[in-house]
């Protein structure tokens, strides 16, 4: 049982992930054939991989499916909401199937197509707007002077902003943006993706090693 | 580009076993706090009293892409919180944007009921996807936020600029946030609207500072070797870019 449920998983993962690791880091041109070997295994893998997460999308239609349909058999608030999503991922998904002649089903069909682009779209543009407003009301509860920190962040932003829309008065405010955005923000921004780069690299030793398994006990 | 990727993890291999070698010999050092981290412990506790789940976004990524890395470390603390609420029946609501990470997410809550002798309590619904578009999710979230009583916001995983429509929209609502992100144009919204936040490689400390098992631990220490080593190397080279 522990073999099945522990020590197989493990390996497998162990081993498909350090043949496609392989692959990646050597060249067919060094390799000749062993090299190619090597590619088309990984590209099998991978491939394999493509279509087992191809049906985590069909899980992902059941789980809203049943989530939606709780929430309207309990009339739990916002049930409305999930009649109306329901209904709609029904009917995207019954035109999206259906074979008009001399077109193949799926997201190329001109209904679904309409809908995206003048129901999805639109929405999904209107909700992007939003963000203006949700920067300000940020913008202004992370500037309320509390600490230090606070403080810090308020200079800096007038006189980025200052600087950003001066109008000659103060000559010297527009290069002080310009140093302040590309030399203090950038070195910040690329240490952070330093220490994120390094511990992705080391979360993805980890799992190769086995020690964080996403699979099994 | 693969032979330089292929030099930094041989390089840091060793450097990783040695350093998980003096972590299993306790000389690992102490764990520096991280707020974020200490917070989540006291979640569990305060959800039971209050009767209200706890919501824990993953990202909008999945696995299999180029932020893996990051949906993992919200997964790694889904899997320390679904071990304490399981343990002390407190219900959690996880929600997800990519089908990939259902079964995943899924499995680990899971196994967590399992683990606690209560197989039966396990719910699958408890795990949502709300949708594959960052948007969509976005606004499932937002209704989620606002509509359901929480004790506490955590998310951690890939995040863009929406992010920032959910962190003040719970925010708004009250709610005690902890988020943790890795993209740099995220991370001021996440500053901006969370209570405590996990910057950068933060949110990939998850699995030393809850399971503190001596290969995390020396994971981390290796880390700051390879932090210390680049920025050293960076001081030389530019030293020597001004001097030659």
Redesign the interface.
């Known amino acids: 049982m522990a073999f099945l449920r522990r020590i197989l998983p493990t390996a497998t993962a162990i081993a498909v992930g350090l043949l496609v690791l392989l692959a ?2 050597t ?1 067919t041109e060094r390799l000749g054939e062993l090299g190619t070997l090597l590619d088309d295994v990984s590209t099998r893998l991978i491939d394999t ?1 493509v279509i087992i ?1 191809a049906f ?2 069909l ?2 239609v059941i ?2 499916l ?2 939606h349909a ?1 929430k309207i058999r309990k009339e739990q ?2 049930g409305v ?1 999930s009649i109306v999503l329901i209904a709609a991922m029904l009917v995207v998904l019954a035109f999206g199937l259906l074979a008009l002649p001399g077109r193949a089903s799926g997201p190329s069909q001109p209904v679904v197509q309409w809908i995206f682009a003048n129901i ?1 779209a639109p ?2 543009a209107s ?2 707007a ?2 203006v407003f ?2 300000m ?3 202004y ?2 500037l309320r002077v509390r600490n230090l920190e606070s403080a810090i962040m308020l200079t800096v932003a007038i006189l980025v902003l200052l600087g950003q829309v001066t109008l000659g008065l103060v000559p010297i405010l527009p290069q002080l943006k310009d140093w302040m955005v590309d030399v203090l923000a950038m070195a ?2 690329r240490g ?5 780069a ?10 190769l ?1 086995g ?2 398994r ?2 099994g ?1 | 580009m ?2 330089t ?2 030099l ?2 041989l390089l ?2 060793p450097v ?1 076993f040695y350093l998980t070698s003096r972590a299993r010999a306790g000389k690992g050092g102490k764990l520096r706090s991280l707020p974020g981290m200490d917070e989540l412990s006291g979640l569990v506790g305060r959800s039971a009293e209050t009767g209200q789940p706890i919501h824990i976004s993953v990202g909008i990524a ?3 892409g180029a932020a ?3 949906t ?2 919200g ?2 603390l889904l899997e320390h919180l679904a071990d304490q609420a399981t343990a002390s029946d407190t219900p959690l609501i996880v929600t997800l944007a990519d ?2 990470v ?3 997410a899924q ?2 809550l899971w ?1 967590a009921y399992v ?1 606690n002798g209560n197989p039966g309590g396990y719910d ?2 408890q ?3 709300i949708a ?2 960052p ?2 999710y ?2 499932g979230v937002i ?1 989620l936020l606002e ?1 359901e009583p929480l004790t506490a916001n955590v998310m951690v995983g890939s995040f863009g ?2 992010y ?2 959910m ?2 929209a719970g ?1 708004r609502q009250g709610v005690h946030q902890i988020v943790g992100a ?1 993209d ?1 144009r995220t ?3 996440v ?3 969370a209570d405590e936040a996990l ?3 933060e ?3 998850g ?1 030393a500072y809850t399971r503190r ?1 001596p ?2 631990i020396g ?2 220490l ?2 700051d070797w ?2 210390w080593a ?1 920025a050293a190397a960076i001081l030389v080279l530019a030293i020597l870019k001004i001097v030659l």
């Open positions: 990646v880091f060249s991989a997460a985590a999308l899980l992902g789980n809203v049943r989530v709780r608030a916002g909401y999805l929405i999904q909700l992007s939003l963000l949700a920067v009301t940020a913008a509860r992370l910040g921004a952070i993706l330093l220490g994120v390094l511990g992705a690299l080391l979360t993805g030793i980890r799992l090693l020690v964080e996403p699979y006990d | 693969e032979e990727g292929l930094l993890l840091i291999l990783l999945g696995v299999g893996t890395a990051e993992w470390a997964l790694t089908a990939t259902l079964p995943v499995d680990i196994r683990r699958p619904t795990v949502r996807l594959p578009d948007m969509a976005t606004a209704g509509r600029d929406e920032l429509l962190g003040e925010a890795a740099p991370l001021p919204f500053y901006a609207s910057v950068g490689e949110m990939f400390a699995g098992l290969i995390q994971s981390l290796a880390e390879a932090r680049i």
